[in-house]
């Protein structure tokens, strides 16, 4: 069965949900530096190799999981809005979304799950190889999250 979901009813009080941690394109960045020492040396103190690896494994599970389950508890939970978290970053897609409401919204994050180790590795690699733009919210990722938002959500 099919269910077509429109976008466009976020509602006040609404909570942003990401179904897949950030990070994905650093890990992978980062798993290829490791090839390559001149680029790796440039964030080996901010990140060793076995924890370069094991984010690398998280963000190869992440990729190969399909949003089939995040479909089904925007569903369950009902969902007002949603978008895809993909190319554009969060921030690029999460302004999209707020565009296209019936109502004027905002968004407000307070948190983000990225995967573990990748946001000190942005830091550094923004400085001294490429700016991911990940504290920036225009970080692209790789089989991307949904963000979608819903008041039936416990924190």
């Known amino acids: 069965m099919c269910?077509?979901?429109?976008?466009?009813n976020v509602q006040v009080g609404d909570v942003l949900v990401l179904t897949k941690p950030l990070g994905t394109q650093i890990a992978v960045n980062?798993?290829?530096w490791i090839e390559k020492p001149e680029m790796y040396e440039k964030i080996s103190y901010v990140i060793s190799k076995?924890?370069?690896?094991?984010?690398?494994n998280i963000a190869s599970d992440?990729?190969?999981?399909?949003?089939?389950?995040?479909?089904?508890?925007?569903?369950k939970h009902g969902a007002h809005g949603a978008t895809?978290?993909?190319?554009?970053?969060?921030?690029?897609?999460?302004?999209?979304?707020a565009k296209t409401?019936?109502?004027?919204?905002d968004f407000v994050i307070?948190?983000?799950?990225?995967?573990?180790?990748?946001?000190?590795?942005a830091k550094v690699a923004a400085e001294k190889i490429f700016d991911f733009k990940l504290h920036g919210g225009f970080s692209a990722e790789t089989s991307g999250c949904y963000c979608?938002?819903?008041q039936d959500v416990e924190l």
């Open 50 to 56: 076995e924890d370069v690896v094991s984010a690398y």
């Open 30 to 32: 980062a798993h290829q």
């Open 62 to 75: 992440s990729m190969a999981r399909l949003n089939r389950t995040a479909a089904r508890m925007m569903h």
């Open 3 to 8: 269910f077509i979901h429109r976008p466009d």
């Open 101 to 105: 409401q019936k109502e004027a919204v």
């Open 148 to 150: 979608h938002t819903s």
């Open 110 to 121: 307070h948190s983000l799950p990225i995967i573990a180790g990748m946001s000190e590795t």
């Open 84 to 97: 895809d978290v993909t190319g554009f970053g969060l921030l690029g897609h999460a302004t999209n979304l």
